[in-house]
């Protein structure tokens, strides 16, 4: 078995470094995509030891057969932002196994199969829509919930969401289905949904871009009773409409698809065997979160950007 790569210790010569993350099909992941080709451009210009290989995947074994081939093809680091964790998991244990320095963004591998993982704060991320739901609803209602794909960070948020709804009694949770963060078919969940229950107060579904097929869905059904709807995310649409007033879309928490640009900054940086200016740790650290923070019409222009590309 080759010796781990233990960084900061610089490499001489080319160091190569793999990037593989979901393909782009919704707002966040096509955002994650523009910002990794971006820290990649940015990294090349400053550092021409450095080489980089970009890949995307739509499945969790097209993902896994890319690991496998950017390993046999001799990376020296290794950025990944799962489709799904479990799946990704064995081969990532690999890739480490053989000295490859694993960067873990967002989607959480398992069992600690990386050397740095950043991500956001998704307990809080879940924990600040239970609460500002509640509030909305004055602690009363009913509420149904759409949730993503099967990973670490879905399960963190769905907890800091119930966690927060445990403390409103008055609150019930009438359904829960996944959505996967697909437009489609949370908005066929949703439609279900309002099938199935002749009331509904609430709906949370974890990301902006769904919201709107979800609300798409509300809209066609001709009902009217539902009075708060949450996201997340921070899409530039969804804070333009919140400026604008829309009655229906008021609120949404951060959780930027920069944190794969971070990433890919962290691999640079160990494999020149650098840290963060400030850092007086000999090591980059192990785990970084972001900060996941509220959005309404108080603060919203603070958060919203023209020229984003999210």
């Known amino acids: 078995m080759k010796a781990r790569i233990v960084f900061p210790v610089a490499r001489p010569g080319k160091v190569r470094i793999g990037v593989t993350i979901p393909a782009p099909d919704q707002e966040w992941t096509a955002g994650s995509l523009w910002f990794a080709k971006k820290a990649i451009a940015d990294w090349s210009a400053k550092d021409e030891a450095l080489g980089f290989e970009l890949r995307t995947a739509t499945t969790v074994e097209e993902q896994s057969e890319q690991v496998g081939a950017l390993i046999d093809s001799g990376i020296h680091c290794l950025v990944i932002l799962p489709v799904e964790s479990a799946g990704v998991t064995p081969v990532v244990q690999a890739a480490r196994r053989k000295g490859v320095f694993v960067v873990d963004t967002d989607r959480g591998l398992l069992d600690f199969a990386h050397d740095v993982y950043v991500t956001g704060d998704n307990y809080q991320y879940g924990r600040v829509a239970a609460e500002w739901m509640a509030r909305e609803l004055k602690g009363k209602g009913k509420i149904v919930t759409i949730s993503g794909v099967p990973c670490t960070i879905d399960t963190i948020r769905m907890k800091g969401f119930y966690d927060g709804i ?145």
């Not at 963060?181 to 099938?195: G, Y």
């Not at 709906?203 to 798409?216: H, K, N, P, R, T």
């Not at 009773?225 to 604008?244: A, M, P, Y």
């Open 166 to 310: 445990a403390n409103y009694p008055g609150i019930r949770i009438l359904g829960e289905q996944k959505g996967y963060w697909d437009k489609r078919k949370s908005q066929v969940v949703m439609e279900n949904f309002l099938q199935r229950f002749a009331s509904i107060d609430g709906v949370y579904s974890q990301d902006d871009g769904v919201q709107e097929a979800i609300l798409m869905a509300y809209r066609e059904s001709a009902r009217t009773e539902i009075s708060v709807f949450f996201g997340g995310t921070g899409q530039r649409s969804t804070i333009r409409k919140i400026l604008d007033g829309d009655p229906l879309v008021r609120a949404t928490v951060t959780y930027t698809p920069s944190l794969i640009a971070t990433s890919i900054s962290f691999a640079a940086l160990a494999s020149r065997g650098e840290n963060f200016n400030g850092f007086y740790q000999n090591q980059v650290p192990s785990q970084v979160i972001i900060r996941s923070e509220l959005i309404t019409r108080e603060n919203a222009s603070a958060y919203y950007a023209v020229d984003s590309i999210f």
